[in-house]
């Protein structure tokens, strides 16, 4: 093996051994420094300066194998699979600096510079529609200033942050409580696809690994460490949402929430944190007033609000073209016809096909909106 192979061998070995909890790990590259050193040493060279006990020397010792760990780092290039230890440079500064970070993460996709500018939108599963409208709308803005999105792949707020991000061509990364041979929830496989094709999936368990519950609030620690704030928008009373919270205020990030009804259960949790002191959010403004944050262009926020002309790949150009004029808020097909110069009847066949797409929604009075 080359120097560099060791090293990457003796790092992936170490940081992924079943059974050892990652505090013993942990104990062990503090003491001994090198994972090489480590594979070295005798049982009793261990014993000496840690209190291990019988059954974790004898995980350990029998981790060390050299034939199934050749297998498992080929088998991660079949799958397309990169593994970054802590100590390697493309290891993201952002995740190195929080509190208990991964001693190593798995990644399908390309790894970005997180540092240049991420956000994490996240939310309840069961989402309502005034929930969906609101990732959208932010989704949108925060994509026109060049900003990516991270989410959990979960069902509900989580997915919504993923497509927008991807419909308008924006970055976003996907963070999983399982192995990336694994799509869960298993629903979401294709967009798990487009977000590899087009962003990055993170884990911190190899693969094979299954989601259990315990998992998804380590998970929540990556989504909030790699962004620069954490934006809930639905969060119920007991929501894994509020776990992120709490986890980026121990880690010195911003919390925004989006205020919701006092009748709605998926508002409990948002309006409980605005009380105690998240920054309430009603429009991208109010993100940037309290974050500032790389962009890719050179827009200022109040642009970005008014700005629509962003083009939905699949669309026809006449399609693009009323999509592009109708917003978050009801337009009526009166105006909207006014606005493309295109007759109703040819406007309504364009805006039927809109609505198939999912792009858009006919509220009663023939009026329309994104969502």
């Known amino acids: 093996m080359d120097e560099s192979f060791d090293n990457y061998f003796y790092w992936f070995w170490l940081t992924t051994i079943k059974g050892l909890r990652k505090n013993r790990i942990k104990q062990l590259i503090k003491t001994f420094e090198s994972p090489e050193i480590i594979w070295k040493l005798k049982n009793n060279e261990i014993r000496k300066e840690l209190n291990f006990s019988e059954n974790e020397l004898n995980i350990l010792e029998r981790s060390k194998n050299y034939k199934e760990l050749k297998r498992r780092l080929t088998d991660l290039k079949k799958k397309n699979i990169n593994y970054y230890s802590i100590k390697d440079k493309e290891y993201p500064l952002l995740l190195k600096n929080i509190p208990n970070p991964p001693m190593g993460i798995f990644v399908k996709g390309s790894l970005p510079v997180f540092e240049k500018g991420y956000l994490a939108i996240v939310g309840s599963r069961k989402c309502s529609e005034y929930g969906i409208r609101v990732v959208r709308k932010l989704g949108y803005d925060l994509v026109k200033m060049g900003i990516g999105?991270?989410?959990?792949?979960?069902y509900g707020i989580d997915t919504?942050?993923?497509?927008?991000a991807l419909e308008y061509g924006g970055d976003t990364v996907a963070v999983v409580a399982n192995g990336l041979d694994i799509c869960y929830?298993?629903?979401?496989?294709?967009?798990?696809?487009?977000?590899?094709e087009k962003g990055a999936i993170i884990s911190e368990y190899p693969p094979g690994t299954n989601a259990i519950p315990g998992f998804f609030p380590a998970r929540n620690r990556i989504i909030s460490g790699l962004s620069q704030g954490v934006i809930i928008v639905e969060a119920g009373e007991k929501s894994g949402a509020l776990i992120t919270a709490d986890l980026a205020l121990d880690q010195g990030k911003e919390v925004f929430a989006i205020p919701g009804s006092i009748f709605s259960n998926t508002s409990i949790g948002t309006n409980k944190l605005i009380q105690q002191g998240a920054k309430l959010v009603?429009?991208?403004?109010?993100?940037?007033e309290e974050i500032k944050i790389y962009m890719h262009n050179k827009c200022n926020s109040k642009e970005v609000s008014q700005s629509k002309n962003v083009s939905i790949s699949g669309l026809a150009l006449e399609e693009n073209i009323v999509y592009d004029c109708i917003s978050f808020e009801p337009s009526q097909i009166e105006l909207l016809s006014f606005k493309t110069k295109y007759n109703i009847?040819?406007?309504?066949?364009?805006l039927t096909f809109l609505e198939i797409k999912g792009l858009?929604?006919?509220?009663?009075?023939?009026?329309?909106i994104r969502i």
């Open 185 to 196: 929830p298993s629903n979401n496989l294709n967009l798990m696809k487009s977000i590899e």
């Open 149 to 154: 999105i991270i989410s959990g792949l979960a």
């Open 282 to 288: 009603t429009n991208i403004e109010d993100i940037l």
């Open 360 to 368: 858009i929604k006919q509220l009663p009075g023939k009026r329309f």
């Open 345 to 350: 009847n040819k406007l309504q066949s364009i």
């Open 160 to 164: 919504q942050a993923h497509k927008v």
